[in-house]
T-cell receptor, first 110, second 114 residues
């Protein structure tokens, strides 16, 4: 799996959009970008994933650059409950595990 | 639909003791996984299973054994616990679908080995 680089921590004001960047410059053509988050003391939770097109679901949007070397997870209206560690993961479909790394600790401020 | 459940939630062991962690899923998933998470770290894969009766080693398998006798259950065993195995253990499951291999995680088991 390709290595990812994320900022260690970020703050976001409640109600504003949270934009979490991820660099994956060595990504291969068949590797997907996945985002999970882990709220304190809980198991990780799937957010969204994509290959090369931008994706949106009820939780977030995923913007992948045209060269696929980086992506951004967007939480459109952050709430206090979005405070968590966010993991950007790149994996090949069919790979047997997720490499989580250390992620970005997002703190939503009232 | 309970999703993925783990038993127990918390356990304290003495060095050398043994125990079994139970993971159960009611989503009819083929794949199941055991991860450990140490403080300030991401998750690391211990063992996984791609179906009933099959298991395979992950990134950090030493000191652990697993069994998948039933599709819905995945057991993680520690035969002789060591302080280095103090961690939070997460179980996960996923379908066999090749394009949507979202993993669903349990709430975790916190293990302290003295």
């Amino acid at each position: 799996d390709a290595k990812t680089t994320q900022p260690t921590s970020m703050d976001c004001a409640e109600g504003r959009a949270a934009n979490l960047p991820c660099n994956h410059s060595t990504i291969s053509g068949n590797e997907y970008v996945y985002w999970y988050r882990q709220i304190h003391s809980q198991g990780p939770q799937y957010i969204i994933h994509g290959l090369k097109n931008n994706e949106t679901n009820e939780m977030a949007s995923l913007i992948i650059t045209e060269d696929r070397k980086s992506s951004t997870l967007i939480l459109p209206h952050a709430t206090l409950r979005d405070t968590a560690v966010y993991y950007c993961i790149v994996r090949v479909t069919g790979a047997n595990n997720l490499f989580f790394g250390t992620g970005t600790r997002l703190t939503v401020i009232p | 639909n309970a999703g993925v459940t783990q038993t127990p939630k918390f356990r304290v062991l003495k060095t050398g003791q043994s125990m079994t962690l139970l993971c159960a899923q009611d989503m009819n998933h083929e794949y199941m996984y055991w991860y450990r998470q140490d403080p300030g770290m991401g998750l690391r894969l211990i063992h996984y299973s791609v179906g009933e009766g099959t298991t395979a080693k992950g990134e950090v398998p030493d000191g652990y054994n697993v069994s998948r006798l039933k599709k819905q259950n995945f057991l993680l065993g520690l035969e002789s616990a060591a302080p280095s195995q103090t961690s939070v253990y997460f179980c996960a499951s996923s379908t066999h679908h090749t394009l949507q291999e979202t993993q669903y995680f349990g709430p975790g088991t916190r293990l302290l080995v003295l």
